[in-house]
């Protein structure tokens, strides 16, 4: 069977059941391939308008962000970056005013986030000036947050400069004393796995201070800080089992060849 055979077949079951999202995942990921532009923009878009709603489960709930997000990727594929960057803003319009899959909306301004560093060059991309306005317009959640630290860190030229402003501007906006521990956990993370422990230990004292008087979030907080410290430890420790065992002791064949030479030396004394 043809892939456009097996995509009719799978278009007509999932015209039936048009609020599946897994059907129509797995049509929109068939159709993508097979059918013209305005074939696959339609059905993207009644997808997303059918497959949003309440009582999703957890599955279908990925399912939704996965065609939401495949149908971001096609068009920055189909469109020009000024048609996509309006159809970004439509889609977080959209995504807004839903609470049915809190993920939804924090996982689409990512995207859009990530579509925004992409257009920079790579020399002259400032993270925090792209990052500005998303903050000022969507007021973004802390896993949004979480998401754009992660980018910065592997992408920036100057990333402990560029995360500390995240930090602070992540920590500031916090809604609940949780989500500024998270944020205070992922800062001392990285200090610590970038040399910087004393200023990773600085950040988690600001923060405990901060929360003193929260007996859940300071536990978190200690809770959390143990396991950074031993995740970091754990990697040093494993850097230098492997570095021990490339330039460690003697191998077999030499301590075999030094006891035989002990015994030699016994027989002569004798």
């Known amino acids: 069977m043809s892939e456009e055979e097996q995509a009719a077949i799978v278009t007509r079951h999932a015209t039936q059941h048009p609020s599946d999202p897994s059907l129509q995942r797995e049509k929109l990921s068939l159709l993508s391939n097979t059918a013209g532009p305005e074939t696959?923009?339609?059905?993207?878009?009644?997808?997303?308008?059918?497959?949003?709603?309440?009582?999703?489960?957890?599955?279908?709930?990925?399912?939704?962000?996965?065609?939401?997000?495949?149908?971001?990727?096609?068009?920055?594929?189909?469109?020009?970056?000024?048609?996509?960057?309006?159809?970004?803003?439509?889609?977080?319009?959209?995504?807004?005013?839903?609470?049915?899959i809190p993920e939804l909306h924090p996982t689409v301004l990512a995207s859009y986030y990530e579509f925004l560093l992409s257009r920079q060059p790579e020399t002259t991309v400032s993270h925090i000036a792209i990052l500005e306005p998303i903050i000022t317009t969507y007021s973004p959640s802390h896993e949004f947050y979480q998401r754009a630290f992660d980018m910065i860190s592997t992408r920036s030229l100057n990333p402990e400069e560029d995360l500390r402003k995240v930090y602070m501007r992540w920590r500031s906006s916090a809604r609940n004393n949780r989500d500024k521990v998270g944020a205070t956990l992922q800062w001392a993370d990285w200090l610590l796995e970038n040399g910087e422990g004393k200023k990773a230990y600085d950040a988690v004292d600001v923060m405990r201070r901060e929360v003193r008087g929260d007996e859940a979030a300071l536990a978190e907080l200690e809770a959390g800080w143990i396991s950074v410290m031993e995740d970091a430890n754990g990697e040093v420790e494993s850097s230098e089992g492997e570095s021990g065992s490339e330039s460690g002791g003697p191998s077999g064949s030499e301590s075999e060849e030094d006891e035989d030479e002990d015994e030699d030396e016994d027989v002569v004394m004798e």
């Open 40 to 100: 696959v923009r339609k059905a993207f878009k009644e997808s997303m308008k059918h497959c949003l709603k309440s009582d999703l489960s957890p599955e279908d709930k990925a399912d939704v962000i996965a065609i939401y997000t495949g149908y971001l990727e096609w068009e920055s594929d189909e469109s020009t970056l000024k048609e996509v960057d309006g159809i970004y803003k439509r889609i977080l319009r959209e995504t807004l005013r839903q609470d049915w």
